[in-house]
C-alpha cells in the first residue's frame, strides 16, 4: 500500500523543516503550526499555491512538491521526486 506524501513519516519532517526555515529567512509564516504534524503536513500538501523544495546535491532533486506543485507541473509525486 502506497501512502499519500503527507503520511509518510520523512515528509512529515520534511514539512516541519519547510515551515521553519521558512520562517527563520522570511520572519513570516507560510502556514500556521498549531495542529499535529500529520495535520500540519496535510495542510501543506493542500494550501492554494505551490510548494517546492529540492535537496543540496550539485544537481539538485526536488524533494518536495505539494498537489498545486503537482498539478502546474502535470507530474505525479514520484515523477516530481526525481526531476532536476
Not at 513519516?9 to 520562517?23: A, C, D, F, G, V
Not at 495542529?35 to 494550501?47: A, D, H, K, T, W
Amino acid at each position: 500500500m502506497n501512502q499519500p506524501p503527507w503520511e509518510q513519516e520523512k515528509i512529515i519532517l520534511h514539512t516541519q523543516n519547510l515551515l521553519y526555515s521558512y520562517q527563520h529567512w522570511t520572519g513570516k509564516l507560510l502556514l500556521g503550526t498549531d495542529g499535529l504534524p500529520e495535520e500540519i503536513s496535510y495542510q501543506l500538501f493542500e494550501v492554494p499555491f505551490a510548494v517546492v523544495s529540492h535537496g543540496t546535491e550539485a544537481d539538485p532533486i526536488f524533494n518536495y512538491g505539494n498537489r498545486k506543485a503537482l498539478e502546474q507541473w502535470e507530474l505525479t509525486w514520484e515523477e516530481f521526486t526525481q526531476m532536476r
